[in-house]
Every structure is written in structure tokens, then in C-alpha cells.
């Protein structure tokens, strides 16, 4: 059977979208940082129908910051790959040929910096992670002790960070006084456009020191103030990990070997701040939104769809539940979803926003019941440090505020913590995938066994939960409870009594 590539793209099965344009005679006009399945599901599929639509000059050039996995496997398929959309009703196939070119920035810094300095880039965007920001603890700014942040520093030339690349290829245009390109953030940060400016700003103030070039960091900064644009993005669809069971989907449904095909749900949404200062994709025409003010809507798929989709994940994965629609198909997490989101999530959101909740959650309670696609809830535990601080605590400090209960929040949140615990309800241990894992393993062996002195220790980690909730008795004393409850009845019996109660 032959590999997945050009010479393939006219003996595809008829029932199977291709592109509507020559792949191998597209220009250039976006650099993505962070070419995993997330983007390959959303922006570029996006992308991909602006050119079949006639807009052949916004191929894309992705870049890796770590693996050269995503390179290796679509390189030798010029670019291309499938991806599919699955749902109770079937399996439909597309072949994707808007990534033109794929870096791994490790092995090519230098060339990663120049296609982002090239004037025919006109937008940058990133789906690198909470965690590929290198916040500070505080979540107010750059972490200069991050490794990546300080290589960059030392040697910004040559950068290993997403800011760094972003500073490097911005000191060669404004050094040669080029345009400037939008930055595109589309990871799940509320005003992730202005914290990817801050962030940037920040390491062109630290470059100076560090490096002793003050003069071009000057004139970097002023450039990156005057010349960059960084609008406020939303993004959602659920993409899980690859299997080789989708790899055997994609051979069926193509005829060809595809050695990395993506398996998505049908639903995708992007909404957008409308700031470009370079021109972009008529995106519209294909199902963006581009909006004023994007604030809200991130507030409501972080605390509704994200935080669902973590409480799912900690609860689900200790009970053996192993994806998502096994765990919403559980009538006791079903039941508690729901409840968190009317009683004490809705809420919490902006009135402009309330009146769609309904129709939200109804479409997101299908989404997560997919039996397609198999998204498995281990996946959704990782990072839970970076995950929570945007999914659940934002509506857990508003309640606070106006002097509301809280009790289904601090469940999910002591959801987390029994899951930190490394140990199923079946008694099989697992491993946390979490960049904090060293700090969060001290803080809870340095506690002991009781519910009450774990989650003292846990709220004491102020990466995750700041200052003010370690301060609040309340907080701590109503996490410890729920806490003990999941301990001793496990997820099931332990969400069915927390709703009762």
C-alpha cells in the first residue's frame, strides 16, 4: 500500500476531501509553534479550507520545540495527512496539505528563526500548552529561571522557548526595520494574547542584562510594541491522541499508509479578537468567529467544557473509567457535571454569555458521550497545576467573593488530589504527569495520611493556588471534607453523596 503523499492525492477514494489547490505550489504566511494534533485538528484544517477556497498564500511552516516525531512521520508524506472525523454516525476522511514545512527548533534553531523573520510571515500563532509559556509561579510573568527561558537569555540567538523564538525573529525584523506579523495564541489562557505580549516584552527587558546588549533589546522592544499585534483567541474541538487504530482507520478510508492521521469529533469553534496588522485567511467563510471582545467566551468554555472535562478526567481515570464517554456515561459524574454547572459554574459567567449555557452544556453532554473517539482521561489528567488554575479556580474565587457555596467545586479540586495520590480505587498504581510533580510529591509526603494536612500542604503550593485560598479557613476546611469522602467510597458513590448533600 503506498505511503500517503502527492502522487496520492488524485487516486484518493471519492468520498475522501482533498485539496482544492496544489499543495507543492503554495506560498508561506504562517509559522505555527506547536505543529501537535491539537493544531493539525484545528488551525490548519481552517487554514486549509481558506486555500481550497482560492487563498494559496497562507501555507503553513510548523515548528516543534522538542520531539521530532511530528517531522518524521509527515515529511516523507510531502506535508499531507488525514483527519478524520468520527462520530456515532461514521468515520469521514480528509486529507489536510496546508503544512508545507515542518522544523524541529533543537536541530534547526537557526532556520526556525529565520522562516519566522521572513517577510512573507505574516502570522505566528502557538498551541504550545499552558506550561510551553514559562510563567511564573505568580501566573503574572515570565519565569527567568525556566531552563529554556535562561538558555534563551544567555544565548538568544539561538532560542529553545516559544518567547525566545519569538524575540529572535523579532530582533532580525526590526533590524532590518521589516513589518510586523501577528501572534496568534490558541492554547487555553484567558487573554492569552496579552499574556504571550507581556511575556515577550518581559524577556526583551531581561535580555539586556543578561546579555549586555541593551542598545538592540532597546530597540527590539520598541519594535515589538510597534509593530506586533497579539489578539485574544479562543479555541475548542476535542482532539485525543493518535492509535494505531486510527493509523488502520486512515489506511481503510484513504487507501494509503498515513504514519501520523488525526481522529477529531465534528464539532470545532474559533473565535477572534479581529486584529491583524498583516492581513489573514478569510477564515470567516469557514466558521470563525471574529469578535470585539473574546474575554467571555474564553470564561465560558474554560470553566464549563475544560473544567467538566478535568473533574471527568480525575474522577473517571482512579475508577477505571478510561475515556470520557465511559466516564459521562456513568449516571453519578453525569449527574455532578451537570450540577457543578448550573449551581455554582453558570453563575459565575458574564449575563452576556448566560443565555447560551443552556445549548452549550446540552452540545458539550454529546460531545463528551462520543463513543468514537476514544478520549482517554489520562490524557486529560496531565498538568493538572497549569490546568486548574484556569478551569476551576476562577469560579471557585467568584463564589468566595460573593459569599456563595462552593461545596462541587472543592469536590473537583479534592478530585485532583485524590488523584495525586498516584493509586486507583482497584489499587493499581499510576504514574502523574505534571510539571510540578516533584514539588507536589514533597508537599504531600511532608503532610501525612490525614485529609485535612494534605490539602494544607497542596493549597500552600502557590503555583497553583496562589496566596489568598491557603488564607481562606473555609477553603481548606470544605476541600479536606470532600476529600475524605473520595477516599472512602471512591468516585461514583462519593459524587452521588456530594450531590445529595
Not at 22 to 35: C, K, L, W
Not at 43 to 69: H, K
Not at 222 to 245: C, G, H, K, N, Y
Not at 309 to 334: F, K, M, N, Q, W
Request: charged content about 25%; some cysteine; overall charge neutral.
Amino acid at each position: 500500500m503506498n505511503r500517503l503523499g502527492l502522487h496520492c492525492l488524485e487516486r484518493l477514494p471519492g468520498q475522501v476531501r482533498r485539496p482544492m489547490y496544489d499543495p507543492a505550489t503554495v506560498r508561506n504566511g504562517i509559522v505555527h509553534i506547536g505543529a501537535g494534533n491539537f493544531h493539525r485538528a484545528h488551525q490548519a484544517a481552517y487554514t486549509d479550507a481558506a486555500m481550497s477556497a482560492g487563498e494559496a498564500d497562507w501555507g503553513i511552516i510548523g515548528v516543534s520545540l522538542r520531539s521530532p516525531g511530528v517531522r518524521d512521520a509527515l515529511a516523507p508524506q510531502d506535508g499531507l495527512y488525514t483527519l478524520i472525523e468520527r462520530d456515532a454516525d461514521g468515520d469521514r476522511a480528509r486529507v489536510v496539505g496546508a503544512i508545507r514545512e515542518l522544523l524541529v527548533a533543537p536541530q534547526a534553531r537557526g532556520a526556525a528563526v529565520d522562516r519566522i523573520a521572513a517577510d512573507a510571515t505574516r502570522i505566528v500563532s502557538l498551541t504550545v500548552t499552558e506550561k510551553g509559556y514559562c510563567r511564573a509561579a505568580s501566573g503574572d510573568g515570565l519565569d527567568l529561571g525556566a531552563p529554556e527561558i535562561a538558555h534563551d537569555l544567555s544565548d538568544p540567538g539561538r532560542p529553545a522557548s516559544a518567547i525566545g523564538l519569538l524575540y529572535a525573529a523579532s530582533r532580525e525584523r526590526a533590524a532590518r526595520g521589516a513589518r510586523g506579523f501577528t501572534v496568534l495564541s490558541c492554547d487555553n489562557l484567558s487573554g492569552n494574547g496579552g499574556i504571550v505580549r507581556r511575556l515577550l516584552l518581559e524577556f526583551a527587558d531581561a535580555v539586556a542584562p543578561a546579555h549586555g546588549d541593551a542598545p538592540t533589546a532597546r530597540r527590539t522592544r520598541d519594535w515589538v510594541e510597534r509593530e506586533l499585534s497579539f489578539p485574544d483567541a479562543m479555541v475548542d474541538r476535542i482532539v485525543p491522541q493518535t492509535t494505531d487504530a486510527d493509523r488502520e482507520l486512515a489506511r481503510r478510508l484513504t487507501g494509503c499508509e498515513d504514519a501520523w492521521p488525526v481522529a477529531t469529533e465534528p464539532f470545532t469553534q474559533w473565535v477572534i479578537e479581529d486584529r491583524f496588522v498583516a492581513g489573514r485567511p478569510q477564515w470567516q467563510a469557514h466558521g470563525v468567529e471574529f469578535v470585539d471582545d473574546v474575554s467571555q467566551w474564553e470564561a465560558m468554555k474554560l470553566r464549563l467544557l475544560n473544567a467538566a472535562h478535568s473533574c471527568l478526567a480525575y474522577l473517571g481515570a482512579p475508577a477505571g473509567l478510561e475515556t470520557v464517554d465511559r466516564a459521562i456515561g456513568e449516571p453519578a459524574l453525569r449527574g455532578f457535571v451537570e450540577a457543578l454547572w448550573a449551581r455554582e459554574v453558570t453563575p459565575t459567567l458574564d449575563p452576556s454569555v448566560q443565555r447560551r449555557v443552556p445549548g452549550y452544556c446540552a452540545s458539550l453532554i454529546a460531545r463528551f458521550a462520543n463513543p468514537a473517539l476514544g478520549h482517554r482521561t489520562r490524557q486529560i489528567a496531565m498538568d493538572g497545576s497549569q490546568k486548574l488554575p484556569l478551569r476551576v479556580l476562577p469560579s471557585l474565587r467568584a463564589r468566595l467573593r460573593r459569599g456563595e457555596s462552593f461545596e462541587l467545586l472543592a469536590f473537583a479540586v479534592a478530585a485532583w488530589i485524590r488523584y495525586l495520590d498516584g493509586r486507583s480505587e482497584s489499587g493499581a498504581a499510576y504514574a502523574i504527569d505534571d510539571p510540578l510533580t516533584a514539588e507536589l510529591e514533597r508537599a504531600i509526603a511532608g503532610a501525612g495520611p490525614e485529609p485535612r494536612a494534605v490539602v494544607a500542604a497542596l493549597l500552600a503550593v502557590e503555583p497553583v493556588f496562589g496566596r489568598d485560598l491557603a488564607q481562606d479557613p473555609r477553603v481548606g476546611r470544605t476541600i479536606a471534607a470532600q476529600l475524605t469522602r473520595l477516599r472512602a467510597l471512591g468516585s461514583l458513590a462519593a459524587a452521588r453523596e456530594a450531590l445529595a448533600g
